[in-house]
């Protein structure tokens, strides 16, 4: 019998390879555009070279300091893994999918990609091993503001979106798909996800009956 912590990491790694393929999907597609934490990433990629996946962890790792640093502890090993393994997949599936060439592949990779990005964070996010340092900062800032959720992240994306745009990053009507549809297909997932692990875990502990001893 599997124990629960290996199940639950297991969601965990493989729900940011998931989120890793959707982000290069969508990365692939970005002449719609594409979301505001990856426009900034690329605008970085774009100024001043290494790779996109590199610019997410450097990232990452500034917001994960600047919380530490302010609520003086530590962060969770959960949210240290998710901002170095989500750059190593993204820029893994970066190397690996081809370049779509037509507007229309390039669409067919947009709109698959949000749909893989959407579950790639059902999963991880159900596995319950912490949230990633972009979402650790915006709870940071609801919880010293008593600002609303909704108000502090549109807030901070809006932020990044115009940093990345000046950047060079690549803005279009893909990122504006991302800020409204995004949530909606996470919403779908969540719950599916959170059904696959429960169903996982249950029949991991269940007894076993006298034909399997």
Known sequence: M???????????FVGLAI???????????KEFGIGPWDVFHYGLYNQFGLTIGTWSIITGFVILGFTSVYT???PQIGAFLNMLMLGVFIDLFLFILPDPV??????AFYIVGLVILGYGIGVYVASGLGAGPRDGIMLLIVEKTGWRIEWVRNGIEVIVLLVGWALGGPVGVGSVIIAFML?????????QCKWLLATILS???R???ANEL
């Not at 599997?2 to 965990?12: A, L, P, Y």
């Not at 989120?19 to 597609?29: C, D, F, P, S």
């Open 183 to 191: 949530g909606k297909v996470i919403g779908i997932a969540l719950p």
């Open 102 to 107: 037509s507007l229309v592949a390039q669409g």
């Open 72 to 74: 003086k502890s530590l």
């Open 19 to 29: 989120l890793g393929l959707g982000i290069a999907m969508t990365i692939k597609g």
């Open 203 to 205: 029949y991991d502990n």
């Open 2 to 12: 599997m124990h629960e912590r290996v199940i639950r990491w297991s969601f965990f």
């Open 207 to 209: 007894k076993p009956t």
